[in-house]
């Protein structure tokens, strides 16, 4: 499996506190990967890194089979790029439509002119169909996003940033807050979508990263400390120590 993202000796110091040391990892294309630790980890400021947000002192995050470095990049660029981020708190306009809120995000061309003369075609009322289908919210689909649920505001959001095709989504904590049944459907989601493109989920709940079943990467101190499968993961002695709690 060839090779999305590959972040190496990333450092990163916030007024003389390390929040990343010398932090090593790649994400292959089409992979669910967990990122877990406990808080100050730097898993926040991991995916700040990733996303433009946060520059390093040094380091490297290179892209894709052109090897691109994203630190040459801006923010636009990066999600031009196909690199999509979803936070713990929705983003969504509630006073708007769950078909509107998709519509609003299709990948179009952000010229003044294009958007002023924007009309909607047939391709586009097909795609946010088809973007409400996967995440769950085609029986919703002229709702308020206001009137959704916890759950139902993360799937439009997720729902949101696919409607802009992206290579790569960053998902923070995606079942906070959803009811056992909202968590399942989450989970059935996430597998789903990493057969068409990478995704990083940060997440606390452990059951919630043992039901993906997936590759997981902990953090401890902005560095790796372990990776693997949960079951590997839950028996180094480290990561017991600084997390898991014996």
């Known amino acids: 499996m060839s090779v999305l993202l590959e972040v190496?000796?990333?450092n990163v110091t916030f007024d003389g506190f390390k929040a990343i040391n010398n932090l090593s990892l790649s994400i292959s294309n089409n992979e669910l990967r967990a990122i877990i630790g406990p808080n100050g980890a730097g898993k926040t400021t991991f995916m700040d890194i990733v996303t433009g947000k946060t520059?390093?002192?040094?380091?490297?995050?290179?892209?894709?089979?052109?090897?691109?470095?994203?630190?040459?990049m801006n923010e636009a660029q990066i999600v031009e790029l196909g690199i999509s981020r979803k936070?713990?708190?929705?983003?969504?306009?509630?006073?708007?439509?769950v078909f509107e809120n998709l519509l609003l995000s299709l990948k179009k061309s952000r010229n003044p002119i294009a958007t002023l003369f924007y009309k909607m075609s047939p391709d586009d009322e097909k795609e946010i169909t088809n973007i409400a289908v996967e995440v769950n919210l085609i029986e919703n689909i002229g709702s308020l996003a206001g009137q959704l649920s916890h759950g139902q505001k993360q799937w439009l959001e997720i729902g949101m940033l696919l409607a802009q095709k992206p290579n790569l989504l960053l998902i923070d904590e995606p079942a906070a807050g959803m009811t056992s049944l909202e968590r399942k459907k989450t989970v059935k989601l996430l597998k789903k979508?990493?057969?068409?493109?990478?995704?990083?989920?940060?997440?606390?709940?452990?059951?919630f990263v043992k039901s993906l079943e997936c590759r997981v990467t902990v953090l401890h101190e902005g560095t790796v400390i372990a990776e693997g499968s949960l079951d590997h993961v839950s028996q180094n002695e480290k990561v017991i120590d600084v997390y898991l709690g014996r």
């Open 87 to 97: 936070f713990q708190k929705p983003t969504l306009i509630e006073t708007q439509s």
């Open 193 to 207: 979508l990493s057969k068409n493109q990478s995704i990083v989920v940060v997440e606390h709940d452990m059951e």
């Open 55 to 72: 520059k390093p002192d040094s380091g490297t995050i290179l892209w894709g089979q052109k090897n691109s470095s994203l630190l040459r």
């Open 8 to 10: 190496n000796g990333i």
